[in-house]
């Protein structure tokens, strides 16, 4: 499975942005889609995932502000994000998945950079 992230960029507090990711390849195998992000000096955590029958979790910090979604025709998800504060500033990874299990393979795409001004 590979994974083709776009989006992203400078924005102002209080703004909005949307990535999309793009999975090609094994798509069949995929049972979830979503974002984790990395900020500087932390370890990388989850934004939001998405499972192929539609069923959504998200990091407590962006509930309510973010919302992902998923084009199944496209192999696509997108995460739009609303009212963005400085502390969402990272570099954004997209994620695939075969399954929940620990030892299910996992996949990433590139990472693409949010910053968020104050």
């Known amino acids: 499975v590979q994974l083709q992230a776009s989006g992203g960029g400078l924005v102002q507090s209080g703004g909005s942005l949307s990535l999309s990711c793009a999975a090609s390849?094994?798509?069949?195998?995929?049972?979830?889609m979503g974002w984790y992000r990395q900020a500087p000096g932390r370890q990388r955590e989850l934004v939001a995932v998405?499972?192929?029958?539609?069923?959504?979790n998200y990091a407590d910090s962006v509930k309510g502000r973010f919302t992902i979604s998923q084009d199944n025709a496209k192999n696509t998800v997108h995460l739009q994000m609303n009212s963005l504060r400085p502390e969402d500033t990272a570099v954004y990874y997209c994620?695939?998945?075969?399954?929940?299990?620990?030892?299910?393979?996992?996949?990433w795409g590139q990472g693409t950079l949010v910053t968020v001004s104050s």
């Open positions: 994620n695939a998945r075969e399954g929940w299990a620990i030892e299910s393979p996992v996949y």
């Open positions: 390849g094994f798509i069949s195998r995929v049972r979830g």
């Open positions: 998405i499972t192929t029958r539609g069923s959504t």
